[in-house]
């Protein structure tokens, strides 16, 4: 299987995908939520994964992190089957960051991230100078070595996703998977950690995240993969996705779409049924 994405500079490219769904079904108990879906993450990107609410985007991300074992198909890491690696190798080359994870009662944000290094841990390797030093990289890198000592439940909503991140990040792998890491946080922190994200991304980062906010996705994306009722509807850059037809489609909503005057990534503006201006005024730039 081969990934193909368009750059920002409009050219296409192929590479063999990081992470990828072959044929996968799963569900809880007799309910099917994924049906022989195929997914490919390319390498060096941010992928996000959006739709409606219900529509299996945390099933997926949760089966290519292994959590979930689909009842068909197979989850391809790295050209290897997912199901036939040791935990701890998964581990060496994947972090997932959960929807809310929680830290125990009093852990400080230096313990926390240092749990990372738990993979490359075992009897005959104990704690070392060299993990020591990639938790330190870890936290500079999400900027909060200054909050080492702090104890975890003691910090901002937005301090904590970038406590968790730099924790996934202290596993020394360079592909993260991010469940909604904007959940409960206000736009100037969702801002603040989707900078981070995207600062991981330049530094070589290959990135799947579940996000709700659509225009913030088509801003932090280079790929976005769109579902619904379990299946993929669409996948590629945003300027190739986002529709007025494809909002309609996947999500029943009525909207316009522009080209954002910040980020020149398509701008959803969703008409509702009040507080719109009479049609025949409305002016709109379509989005190239």
Known sequence: MVAQYTTETGSVTQDVPRLAARGVTVGYGDRTVIDALDVAIPPGVVTTIIGPNGCGKSTLLRTLSRLLKPT???????????????????????????????????LTVADLVARGRHPHQSWLRQWSSDDASVVERALA????????????????????????????????????????????LDLAHAIDV????????ESGCTVVMVLHDLNLAARYSDNLVVMKAGSVLAQGHPRDVVTPELLHEAFGLR????????????LIVPIGRTHVRDPGSRKATPAT
Not at 255 to 266: F, I, K, L, T, Y
């Open 72 to 106: 068909r198909g197979s989850v391809v890491l790295d050209g290897a089957d997912i199901a036939e690696l040791r935990t701890r190798d998964v581990a060496k080359k994947l972090g997932l960051l959960p929807q809310s994870p929680v830290a125990p009662e009093g």
């Open 141 to 184: 890198m999400t900027g909060v070595s200054d909050l080492a000592g702090r104890p975890v439940d003691a910090l901002s909503g937005g301090q904590r996703q970038r406590v968790w991140i730099s924790m996934t990040l202290a596993q020394g792998t360079d592909l993260l998977l991010l469940d909604e890491p904007t959940t409960y």
């Open 194 to 201: 989707l900078d981070l994200v995207d600062d991981l991304h």
């Open 255 to 266: 909207a316009e779409v522009m080209v954002d005057p910040v980020g020149e990534r398509p």
